[in-house]
């Protein structure tokens, strides 16, 4: 077959237009961290999720592990129900707690995990028994309220 | 007073039929097209040489906007991170800003006023000066010949001119941010890798760009083709091209964008 310079010019566009594209997925995109196919899914019900978000990170000691897949209301037992993917390098033991955290003060919201002390570990569909709401800033500033007039009583 | 308003309705009446007309032969159009598109499979050269000139003939205004609207979305987005002392996120306003919008739209837009224009003047003249009845004579079917390949080129080139031209900003907000400024590299690129999503953002704005292409091109054939033979048809079908697919490129972004970034 004859090459032609249009030949040329079109597989210069079309190197150009693939490497961009692999630039793109490879250095700006997160191609490489934890991606959604590897890992294992776990479940917790939580009684206040704040302002949990899917695709938030699940964090261990700071490091991600995994990642939120998706956030569902339990009618029957009118809890919040999280579904987690971990990343199939990481076990956790059975007895590991889930609490809701945010970065910094005014940063996401994620899932951290502490682990137990069990021997057996997590497998694909349990459930984290142990788990930590979100902390609501209404609630809290209402409780310290009404312990302040709580003390305020007391002391007259 | 009766009779001016009898005209004013007649006219409103002719522009609304005219338009519906108008649509459903574009649908047709782009039905015949698509319909007749075997030979640009089986014939790649065509489709190549229509690859080579609409997509790569426009790398350079691609390059070198792709990387001014980089330098320029560093420069003005560092100034507004700084002031919440969030400077380090650059990296991520910078990609997502090209990724999801900037990098399909600036680039579509720039694809219908260099290729597009180029393709409805190139079959305007081919209608204007019967060279597509000739064909017809010869027993050649001028939408599998000339316009599908012109069509399929558009599509193929349009996703890759995306991709080029958001690289490029990325790469043009580092130079910015990173070379002169000065923001912390690790953080720029780290933060810009935890916060695009491959899926989510990337694929996305590539389906984008695909769709923009469709769009673009089909405006522009349609519009050539359905031009009227003179040199003034000609020179309003490449007007209408122009504006049109401009419109069409923002109007199909906002309901692309609605469909896609929305929910989560």
New interface residues.
């Given amino acids: 077959m004859k090459r032609t310079t ?2 040329l ?2 597989g ?3 190197t ?6 692999l ?3 490879l ?7 934890v ?2 196919s590897d890992g294992y899914i776990v479940f917790g019900q939580f009684e206040n999720i704040g302002g949990l ?3 938030a990170p699940v964090k261990s000691a700071g490091v991600v592990v995994g990642r939120i897949m998706s956030i569902a209301f339990d009618d029957q037992r009118f809890t919040a129900r999280v579904t987690m993917r971990i990343d199939k390098r990481y076990r956790f033991p059975k007895d590991t707690s889930a609490s809701i955290l945010t970065s910094g003060l005014l940063g996401e919201q994620y899932v951290g995990l502490d682990a137990g002390g069990d021997t057996t570990n997590l497998k694909e569909g349990d459930e984290v028994k142990l788990t930590q709401s979100a902390v609501v800033l209404e609630k809290l500033i209402g409780q310290f309220l009404y312990g302040k007039a709580a003390d305020g009583g007391a002391k007259k | 007073m009766i009779a001016a308003l009898d005209r004013g309705l007649r006219q409103v009446g002719h522009i609304v039929i005219d338009a519906i007309w108008k649509l459903g032969a574009a649908s047709r159009f782009s039905w015949l097209v698509l319909a007749r598109s075997s030979e640009s499979v089986r014939r790649p050269q065509l489709t190549l040489n229509e690859i080579f000139f609409t997509g790569a003939l426009s790398l350079i205004i691609i390059i070198v906007s792709g990387l001014f609207v980089g330098l320029v979305l560093g420069l003005q987005g560092y100034e507004t991170l700084k002031r919440y002392g969030s400077a380090e996120a650059l990296g991520t306003l910078v990609a997502l800003a090209l990724v999801r919008e900037l990098g399909p739209v600036v680039s579509a837009l720039l694809f219908a006023s260099r290729a597009g224009s180029a393709i409805t003047a190139k079959i305007g003249i081919m209608k204007a000066t019967e060279q597509l009845s000739a064909m017809e004579m010869m027993a050649v079917d001028p939408f599998a010949r000339v316009l599908s390949p012109i069509f399929w080129g558009g599509v193929i080139s349009m996703p890759l001119l995306a991709a080029i031209f958001s690289a490029l900003g990325v790469f043009g907000g580092y130079l910015i941010g990173v070379v002169i400024i000065g923001v912390d590299s690790g953080a720029f690129w780290s933060q810009m890798q935890a916060n695009v999503d491959l899926r989510e953002d990337i694929l996305n704005g590539i389906i984008k760009s695909a769709v923009f292409g469709v769009a673009v091109t089909l405006i522009a054939l349609f519009e050539g083709y359905d031009a009227p033979p003179t040199a003034e048809g000609v020179s309003y079908a490449v007007t209408r091209t122009v504006v049109t697919s401009a419109l069409a490129v923002l109007a199909l972004d906002f309901v692309l964008t609605s469909f896609m970034f929305t929910g989560v």
């Fill in positions: 249009v030949d010019w079109v210069v566009f079309v150009a237009g693939l490497a961009a594209l630039t793109l997925a250095k700006v995109g997160n191609a490489t961290s991606s959604a978000k899917p695709r």
